[in-house]
């Protein structure tokens, strides 16, 4: 099971930190992947860590802005949003990404509950 946690209302420029705390499955052998779904718009991956080396990866929407790290002893990966936009406004979840899969591929079965984030301007 994964949760998130962290999100709020931020003014626009603002920062917010997600945590994702991770059971059920070997944590240090996966990748951990952040989406985000806002209303009436589909959902997308934005960022991905490789908890055994810490390879990461960001969407174009969020590169520079935002930074994605964990921490392997807590079971817990982060995403560090700064100079926030209204445009970020979402529920953000974080999953696991499916094994051999590109960031945008989570697996079903390890979808965590998400948390909003608005952003308002």
């Known amino acids: 099971q994964l949760q998130a946690s962290g999100g709020g209302l931020v003014q626009d420029g603002g920062s917010l930190r997600l945590s994702c705390t991770a059971s059920?499955?070997?944590?240090?052998?996966?990748?951990i992947g952040w989406f985000r779904q806002a209303p009436g718009k589909e959902r997308e991956g934005i960022s991905c860590i490789g908890n055994m080396f810490g390879s990461t990866w960001y969407a174009d929407s969020v590169k520079g802005r935002f930074t994605v790290s964990n921490d392997d002893a807590k079971r817990t990966v982060y995403l560090q949003m700064n100079n926030l936009k209204p445009e970020d406004t979402a529920v953000y979840h974080c999953a696991r990404i499916r094994v051999g899969g590109n960031c945008r591929k989570y697996d079903d079965d390890f979808w965590g509950q998400g948390t909003q984030v608005t952003v308002s301007s």
């Open positions: 059920g499955f070997s944590f240090h052998d996966n990748v």
